[in-house]
């Protein structure tokens, strides 16, 4: 089993939707958990921290559900400029190293 | 804003080279660390350094050896370079708490 599972899409989603990724993660001792986005050929740039009583950052929200070893992001009115990658990405339980899901794909459309 | 410079973008080697690729952070940040990222692999753990003169292996090591004389450098290389090490070269850093990495934008590297 994968220690990070993304559905890797792509999600095709027209301009002004509302879509959710998911992410399951299987070491039950982490501790951190975030969202990163990847544009095409370029360096992931973290997108928001996601903490246990959920979170929001304009547009976007996080939520972490430890029971079932479950990460979401909703993005609430799509633009095209959030078409990209989002990485699910999970602390190794313990120190400062990451683990990274492969990533879901997503394509905002006119 | 914290950066994370990686020395080259693009590098193409013949097989049996010795290939380095710098990374160098402005942040002070202890942490610092090496991923390759491969389509449908995601982003593998190479090695890491968590002070000046210390490294851990990460998941996939073989093949690799890491250098860290400076806090703010930190230096991969690739003792004999082969095909199967043609990939894209993250180098990231973060602070010493459980925030998020920085990452530099990368070396696609080529081996011939």
């Known amino acids: 089993r994968k220690e990070v599972e993304q559905d890797p899409g792509p999600f095709n989603v027209p301009e002004g939707a509302t879509v959710a990724f998911n992410c399951t993660y299987s070491?039950?001792?982490?501790?951190?958990f975030f969202w990163y986005r990847q544009d095409c050929r370029k360096e992931p740039k973290l997108l928001m921290s996601v903490y246990s009583s959920g979170n929001e950052d304009g547009r976007f929200t996080a939520q972490l559900n430890r029971a079932s070893q479950y990460i979401s992001l909703l993005i609430r009115d799509s633009k095209l400029s959030d078409s990209a990658t989002y990485l699910c990405v999970v602390n190794k339980g313990g120190g400062n190293k990451l683990t990274f899901g492969t990533g879901t794909q997503l394509k905002v459309e006119l | 804003d914290v950066k994370v410079t990686q020395s080259s973008r693009y590098l193409v080697k013949r097989t049996g080279e010795k290939v380095f690729l710098e990374c160098v952070q402005d942040m002070d940040h202890e942490n610092m660390f090496w991923y390759r990222q491969d389509p449908g692999l995601g982003l593998r753990l190479i090695y890491f350094?968590?002070?000046?003169?210390?490294?851990e292996k990460g998941d996939i090591p073989e093949g690799y050896s890491v250098s860290r004389e400076k806090k703010e450098r930190f230096s991969l290389i690739l003792e004999s370079a082969s095909t199967n090490q043609t990939s894209m070269y993250l180098c990231a850093s973060s602070p010493p708490d459980r925030r998020g990495y920085t990452f530099g934008s990368g070396t696609r590297l080529t081996v011939v």
């Open positions: 350094s968590y002070d000046v003169k210390m490294k």
């Open positions: 070491n039950s001792a982490s501790q951190s």
